[in-house]
């Protein structure tokens, strides 16, 4: 039996900036098909540096990183941008149209879709995230969580391989946050979320990694790794005051 492509795959990355700043030391990761992962750390562990070597944003340094078999290459970039989708932290950083429905297709208009498929795509992204009755509104009219939904619908209109979400709970209420959980637990697709929150990465992510000083110290059920006191103080990742992991169902 041929072993299945994984969506992603990171062979040996390790990077350094151009201060001389060693950021990764040789980073191994695979993600199959419709994994959901959270990738832990402390701050300066590497995440985002890790994070901008799945689209080529960052690249130049040691190792090979392909997504469903094609290799993140100059000459590959288009592709490989279109299968690796990354929400930012910031979903104002994705939002710049007059409307929801405008900022949902520019993706799939930039690849030259026709304009019945681009409207497909917009009214499936925009279902997913359950914001469909925002497509005519202005985005800076809609709530901090609407617009962080609205931003990963830009990237689902894609139809990526992968989703990556950098810190996808930050500055959500309880509400938006139990939604946007709602929405991403929903969606068929292989996930990578970076986060500081343990209980989300618990609820959402059957497998953490925790990358520290740009290397992979731990690998292996959410569940477990949260429940080892020793390897959460080592690379300071902390759960909140009385929650604990082994009670959540
Ligand atoms: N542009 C840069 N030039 C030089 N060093 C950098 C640059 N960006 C990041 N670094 C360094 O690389 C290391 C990894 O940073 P990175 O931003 O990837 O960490 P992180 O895990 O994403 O942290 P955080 O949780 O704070 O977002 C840190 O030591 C950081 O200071």
Redo the contacts with the bound molecule.
């Keep these: 039996m041929s072993t299945p492509v994984p969506s992603l795959l990171v062979d040996d990355l390790a990077f350094a ?3 001389g ?4 030391y040789g980073v191994d990761l695979r993600l199959e098909a419709g994994e959901r992962v959270a990738l832990l ?12 070597h799945l689209n080529g944003i960052l690249r130049g340094g040691r190792g090979r990183v392909e997504v469903a078999g094609l290799p993140v290459e100059e000459r590959h970039l288009q592709e490989v941008r279109r299968r690796v989708g990354i929400v930012f932290q910031d979903p104002d950083d994705q939002l710049f149209m007059p409307t929801v429905g405008e900022d949902v297709a520019f993706g799939p208009r930039n690849l030259g879709l026709p304009e019945p498929e681009v409207a497909r795509r917009v009214a499936d992204a925009l279902a997913a995230v359950d914001m469909a009755d925002a497509h005519d509104r202005a985005p800076h009219h809609l709530s901090f969580g609407q617009r962080r939904r609205v931003a990963v619908a830009t990237v689902l209109s894609m139809q990526p391989e992968v989703l990556v979400l ?2 996808p709970s930050s500055n959500l209420d309880p509400a938006g946050r139990r939604e946007l959980a709602e929405v991403l637990q929903a969606l068929p697709i292989t996930l990578l979320m ?1 986060t ?1 929150d343990l209980p989300y990465a618990l609820q959402l992510c059957p497998r953490s990694v925790v ?1 520290d000083g ?1 290397v992979v110290v731990a690998d292996g059920p959410t569940r477990e790794l949260l429940a080892d006191p020793g390897l959460l103080a080592a690379h300071r990742l902390e759960l909140p005051f009385g929650f604990d992991p082994r009670a959540v169902g």
Excluded at 21 to 24: N, S
């Design positions: 900036y151009p201060d700043h060693q950021a990764l750390g402390p701050n300066g562990a590497g995440k985002t540096t890790l994070v901008l950098d810190e970076v500081h990358l740009g």
